[in-house]
């Protein structure tokens, strides 16, 4: 996601040898770490441009920027912040060191840090954007839309629209933002946009979907997950699962079946929601079951099939396969199977028990509503 080619500022040495080599200078060391960072070789281009940068007489920035970069792509972000701010104590107004900065900061979680720095980028664009000042403004945009700055990210995505960068991207970034804020046919505008890049991209017609439907724009969301049945990437896996979420059940046993015979993993997670659906009980049990025993990590499935148990009021069947879920210790549906456990708890009319799950509960995620409510219920029994 970070890589450049990293364009030399010097003729090329096209004959370069080991960096054991004695008596090369900065600039020599810099060109080699240049080649070893362009043929993705980036630990031997970041111990090239480290030694150039200790070898340097003349205090240039480019050096540490380089060897920033180099760590960017080795993921090593200390590292990289390090030579980043050296660029800067170099020179001060270094844009390169900016974006490097900004983007440590971005991908380590230090937001505001990052914004910092891709705005110091932005401020000196001016009326014309070069490519690194527009790349610049693409973070700072997402930035502003995670902290809820809304108009600000509209104006910055609405900047990148104009000068052309990656255009359909934002688009439909801009569509999103519109969608949440309850502007529907602003949002559809955007979205028709990137549509005309992104037409056989099934992907974006389901982004388009979720962000729709959680705007309340029920069906026009349908009406995207619709049209995506009609790209041509889309395989019977798609299809099926599009059909079931669209709850076309018979249509989405159709392909979900035949990506199933096809070998599709997947397909039989979505297969036994199906049958579920259907009210195909024994179908519903036994892809589940050999769902689960194909896939013993896959936490969702176990949370799924815990619903099958206690919507059918078998608690202590729906207790053991959320319990087996957690146990899985993954991330993915934790939240669900914690609450689902919980309820299960009170269900049986273990009220101790339960109530010490909602609180567990309610320790990782203190604004669930209906949680707090159970809680509170539960402290009186």
């Not at 111990?47 to 760590?71: I, T």
């Not at 962000?211 to 790209?231: K, M």
């Amino acid at each position: 996601m970070h890589t450049k080619k990293i364009i030399y500022t010097g003729m090329a040495l096209l004959c370069c040898v080991g960096l054991s080599a004695c008596g090369k200078s900065a600039k020599q060391l810099n060109n080699i770490g240049i080649e070893y960072y362009n043929d993705s070789e980036y630990k031997k281009a970041a111990d090239a441009f480290s030694e150039a940068a200790d070898k340097d007489k003349e205090g240039k920035a480019e050096y540490y920027v380089n060897l920033g970069k180099a760590y960017l792509e080795l993921g090593e972000y200390e590292n990289a912040q390090a030579a980043f701010l050296s660029a800067l104590k170099k020179e001060t107004d270094n844009e390169e060191a900016y974006r490097g900065l900004g983007v440590v900061y971005y991908f380590s979680g230090d937001y505001p840090d990052a914004m910092d720095a891709f705005r110091k980028i932005i401020d000196n664009a001016g009326r014309d954007y070069s490519d690194m000042e527009l790349e610049a403004l693409q973070y700072y945009a997402s930035l502003q839309s995670y902290y809820g700055d809304n108009a600000g990210a509209i104006d910055s995505y609405t900047i990148l629209i104009r000068k052309n960068y990656n255009t359909a991207q934002q688009y439909f970034l801009r569509g999103s933002i519109y969608a949440g804020q309850g502007m529907e046919n602003e949002a559809v505008l955007d979205y028709e946009e990137a549509l005309k890049l992104y037409s056989d991209d099934y992907e974006i017609y389901y982004n388009m979907y979720t962000n729709l439907l959680q705007a309340g724009f029920t069906q026009r969301a349908e009406s995207y997950l619709r049209r995506a049945l009609n790209v041509e990437c889309a395989d019977n896996l798609l299809k099926g699962k599009t059909y079931y979420i669209i709850e076309d059940y018979e249509n989405a046993q159709k392909y979900l079946s035949k990506a199933s015979d096809e070998g599709q993993m997947e397909a039989d997670f979505y297969l036994a929601m199906t049958y579920e659906k259907l009210g195909n009980d024994e179908e519903a049990k036994s892809m589940y079951e050999a769902y689960i025993n194909d896939n013993p990590s896959d936490a969702r499935v176990y949370n799924q099939y815990g619903m099958y148990y206690l919507n059918k009021g078998d608690y202590d069947s729906a207790l053991g396969y959320f319990s087996a879920g957690l146990a899985t210790g993954g991330s993915e549906g934790k939240r669900e199977l914690l609450f689902n456990q919980a309820c299960c708890y009170e269900y049986l009319h273990q009220y101790s028990m339960a109530f010490t799950k909602f609180e567990e509960y309610l320790k990782e995620y203190p604004d669930d509503a209906a949680a707090k409510h159970e809680y509170e219920f539960l402290s009186t029994r």
